[in-house]
Nanobody, 121 residues
Framework: QVQLVESGGGLVQAGGSLRLSCVASASRLSFDAVGWYRQAPGKQREYVALITSSGSTNYANSVKGRFTISRDNAKNTVFLQMSSLKSEDTAVYYC???????????????WGQGTQVTVSS
């Protein structure tokens, strides 16, 4: 079963930047998109961004214009570049392999440990 490993989190001041990485343990995976999600303390996990197998991207309104999702297929890695970070971006960030199309996707891989992002104000 595929495993996804997130990394790159840390403590950063408001207005700063971080780049998260999501690495899949296997190649030739069957999926339609890779998504980033986050979960803040006491809140439900929420969608952040996704990139499809064709390279199309989509972002939650709360991060649009500040976050950029990209991928390196040769390295089975998806990145999330986060800029102009705000305290409300503080959360554990997860990635997942998605199936679906258009505006409807669902997760298909086990959730990993995630990577903690803490933004100090």
């Amino acid at each position: 079963q595929v495993q996804l490993v997130e990394s790159g989190g840390g403590l950063v001041q408001a207005g700063g930047s971080l780049r998260l990485s999501c690495v899949a343990s296997a190649s030739r995976l069957s999926f339609d998109a890779v998504g980033w999600y986050r979960q803040a303390p006491g809140k439900q996990r929420e969608y952040v961004a996704l990139i499809t197998s064709s390279g199309s991207t989509n972002y939650a309104n709360s991060v649009k214009g500040r976050f950029t999702i990209s991928r390196d297929n040769a390295k089975n890695t998806v990145f999330l570049q986060m800029s102009s970070l705000k305290s409300e971006d503080t959360a554990v960030y997860y990635c997942n392999l998605l199936r679906g199309s258009g505006g409807s996707y669902y997760s298909t891989s086990p959730w990993g440990q995630g990577t903690q992002v803490t933004v100090s104000s």
